[in-house]
T-cell receptor, first 115, second 114 residues
């Protein structure tokens, strides 16, 4: 059973470009979570999605950031008009069902570098 | 609101000695607590969790953690450290009343010297 997949693993963008980060959850998992890890810091929650629904986006910046988890295909975290401060590791996690007891399983992350 | 504190940025131990990585938390509801380990340029690997029941939780790779409600702590322990345990360790908390969002500590770098 493959784990959580994220691609690309590394992404370089120039200021003002768009970044698209993809996450394929573990087989049978329908809940996806995105976290951001800035250098020398812990993970910060961004958004929680189920298929076709955003459940909690309380950690998402109000502008330039969006996320989706369509009925078919991976979850996408999209950052428009990237700035240097967006440089970070972005981790996706998935769980089979919702609930505070559920363990979230993490992907290897996408490391975004904005030049 | 929920929060996690890992008071030590770094923990150094000699191989074969016991190790402890500290974590304290704050939640308004029932605490659900997790430990993860991160190796360089890798994602987080789940180690163990406390949901309910015994205060001593056993997890992967010989790690265990003790839930202490009165001290609001969930320290990670291992009786005998290995050099391969050297990594970055994160404690996380979730409020029992809410699904989804986990709050992570800033991490503790564990270095085990031969």
């Amino acid at each position: 059973n493959a784990g959580v997949m994220q691609n690309p693993r590394h992404l370089v963008r120039r200021r003002g470009q768009e970044a698209r980060l993809r996450c394929s959850p573990m087989k049978g998992h329908s809940h996806v979570y995105w976290y951001r890890q800035l250098p020398e810091e812990g993970l910060k929650f961004m958004v929680y999605l189920q298929k076709e629904n955003i459940i909690d986006e309380s950690g998402m910046p109000k502008e330039r950031f969006s996320a989706e988890f369509p009925k078919e295909g991976p979850s996408i975290l999209r950052i428009q008009q990237v700035v240097r401060g967006d440089s970070a590791a972005y981790f996706c996690a998935s769980s089979p069902q919702t609930g505070p007891r559920e363990t979230q399983y993490f992907g290897p992350g996408t490391r975004l570098l904005v030049l | 609101a929920q929060s996690v504190a890992q008071p030590e940025d770094q923990v150094n131990v000699a191989e074969g000695n016991p190790l402890t990585v500290k974590c304290t938390y704050s939640v308004s509801g029932n605490p659900y607590l997790f430990w993860y380990v991160q190796y360089p340029n890798r994602g987080l690997q789940f180690l163990l969790k406390y949901i309910t029941g015994d205060n001593l939780v056993k997890g992967s790779y010989g790690f265990e953690a003790e839930f202490n409600k009165s001290q609001t702590s969930f320290h990670l322990k291992k009786p005998s450290a290995l050099v391969s345990d050297s990594a970055l360790y994160f404690c996380a908390v979730r409020d029992g009343g809410h699904a989804g969002k986990s709050t992570f500590g800033d991490g503790t770098t564990l270095t085990v010297k031969p």
